[in-house]
């Protein structure tokens, strides 16, 4: 299998870094399979990048918006030519089955579009005055650098939501990606530069913790977007408010579905069961928490538990495998361990709760999916993110009790409602607290037109997706014109 040493993109070119240190990136599914080897970038690579960066971005600023939108069209064909190469990479990369793969790179395709259509908007407001002669407007301004921080489950999707809207705005941008994930973000930026962009406007950095310190702490960065854990979120974020730089944070999730003794239950047991296992329940809007109506309960479990056991685990490359590994060894241990933790607060096992075992399973990180029921929201596994296939299913008497259990959790992403009463779904939409509500289907499936983020631990009040995107990305100037030709005072001038 080949082992291919990668580099860093700096200023239009791919460069190693000063220092010895290196990583390998491996294949979840096979570990003796090494994808490449990387370089451990230090301070002095972050500070090359983001020099290049600033250096490219009054060009880039200045570049019409359209032009800019150009760019980023190609690119989101060039994605779309790739389509089926990039999801290959993926999977060998974290794991997750083709399907899926294909998935996350058409989200960037979409992204891709929807951005470019943002070249001729980028809309602001004209406004009256209250003098005479006098007109007021605001505009869209770009902010400067951009660090990008990525986490691997998304290897291409959750870049495209960052860097292209920067890049429309007028941003340049250096990016640090996943250890897990480097070398499909090497096969995107290859993409952007195939797709013209100029030379220092996308950096890209390879590296762990450090490379992610010093590019939050640069003091030429002006804006940190970071999706990853709360933990390291809490970090970045506290490092950017000592510097006042601009810092959006999209963190985990405990996401729940609610099933309702009035819903189509076999749309909502294949909906739970596609949201609590798909990318092997890898998501930040996985579900880990399904509420159900008591007097559908015991059947509910019954089917859930049944067709869990069902489930094909393996290699995502097989057509036939429907959930891959995880990501790496340390994650299979601390899913392992939370299962431990579950049974020793007294929730029930209802199945897995170990590692997967079995033809073409024994160099990979695979754990069977899980399944607990008896639990309760003081239990770990309920409060904590567990970020593996492990779901528990509890009983609730009614829908208040049900969006009372979702809403005590510390976290705020996505959220499901399965019934076919209307004044059950509005509730459910109106009183969960959470910043995504689907309903009639699953907590994963979030489309890029619509703003994506969440409220309390999962978030800081910013939205990726949509036209929200651009928030984060844009300062806004008011520009007051003054046509009179004489001094005219504001609040005073009133007659
Ligand atoms: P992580 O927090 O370990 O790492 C995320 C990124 O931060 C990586 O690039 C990592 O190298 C970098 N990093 C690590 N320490 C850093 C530091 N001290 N300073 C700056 N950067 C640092 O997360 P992960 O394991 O890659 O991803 C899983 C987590 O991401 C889960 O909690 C999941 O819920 C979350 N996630 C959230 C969303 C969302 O949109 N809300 C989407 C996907 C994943």
New binding site residues.
């Given amino acids: 299998m080949s082992r291919k040493v990668y580099s860093n993109f700096i200023a239009g070119k791919w460069s190693q870094a000063e220092g010895k240190g290196k990583f390998e990136n491996r294949n979840p599914a096979d570990f003796r399979d090494v994808i490449g080897v990387f370089p451990l970038s230090t301070t002095v690579e972050v500070d090359k990048a983001v020099h290049a960066a600033a250096k490219a971005y009054d060009g880039w600023r200045l570049t019409p918006a359209p032009k800019r939108a150009s760019i980023i069209a190609k690119t989101g064909e060039l994605l779309l030519k790739h389509k089926e190469e990039l999801a290959r990479l993926m999977t060998r990369e974290m794991g997750k089955v083709l399907k899926e793969t294909r998935g996350d790179v058409q989200e960037g395709v979409d992204m891709a579009a929807y951005v470019a259509g943002e070249g001729r908007r980028l809309l602001g407001e004209t406004t009256t005055s209250e003098l005479k002669n006098k007109l007021a407007m605001t505009l869209r301004m770009p902010i400067g650098v951009c660090g990008m921080?990525?986490?691997?489950?998304?290897p291409i999707a959750?870049p495209t939501w960052k860097i292209f809207p920067a890049l429309i705005c007028g941003n340049t941008v250096v990016f640090?990606?996943?250890?897990d994930t480097p070398a499909s973000a090497v096969r995107f930026v290859e993409i952007l530069e195939q797709a013209g962009l100029p030379t220092g406007v996308v950096n890209l950095i390879h590296g762990?913790?450090a490379a992610?310190?010093a590019l939050?702490r640069h003091p030429e960065v002006r804006v940190v977007s970071?999706?990853?854990?709360?933990?390291?979120?809490r970090?970045?974020a506290s490092n950017c408010g000592r510097m006042l730089k601009r810092c959006s944070l999209?963190?985990?999730?405990k996401n729940a579905q609610i099933v309702m003794g009035d819903a189509d239950l076999d749309l909502a047991l294949e909906g739970a069961l596609w949201g609590a296992f798909g990318t092997t329940g890898q998501r930040?809007t996985a579900t880990s928490r399904i509420y159900l109506h008591h007097k559908i309960y015991a059947s509910f479990v019954k089917s859930f538990v049944r067709q869990a056991k069902k489930i094909r685990v393996g290699n995502g490359l097989r057509s036939n495998v429907q959930m891959g590994p995880l990501i790496n060894e340390a994650q299979r241990n601390r899913v392992h361990e939370y299962v431990k933790i579950g049974v020793g607060e007294g929730a029930k096992l209802e199945c897995g709760g170990r590692i997967a075992k079995g033809p073409g399973l024994k160099n990979g990180f695979f754990y069977v999916p899980t399944v607990f029921t008896h639990a309760h929201s003081e239990m770990r596994i309920i409060r904590e993110?567990i970020?593996g296939p492990v779901v528990s299913l509890m009983k609730v008497k009614s829908l208040d009790e049900a969006v009372t259990e979702v809403n005590k959790s510390a976290y705020g992403?996505s959220s499901s409602i399965y019934s076919n009463d209307i004044a059950n779904a509005m509730k459910a939409v109106r009183d969960i607290e959470a910043g995504i509500t689907y309903v009639n289907g699953p907590t994963i499936g979030a489309e890029v037109h619509l703003p994506?983020?969440?409220v309390k631990n999962?978030?800081n009040g910013h939205r990726?997706a949509g036209k929200t995107a651009l928030d984060i990305f844009s300062e806004w100037k008011s520009v007051y014109i003054d046509f009179s030709g004489k001094l005219q005072k504001a609040q005073i001038d009133t007659d």
């Fill in positions: 921080i990525t986490p691997w489950n998304f959750i640090k990606p996943a250890e762990g913790p992610g310190q939050v970071f999706t990853g854990s709360c933990e390291v979120g970090e970045v999209e963190m985990g999730g930040c993110e970020f992403l994506f983020g969440g999962t978030g990726e």
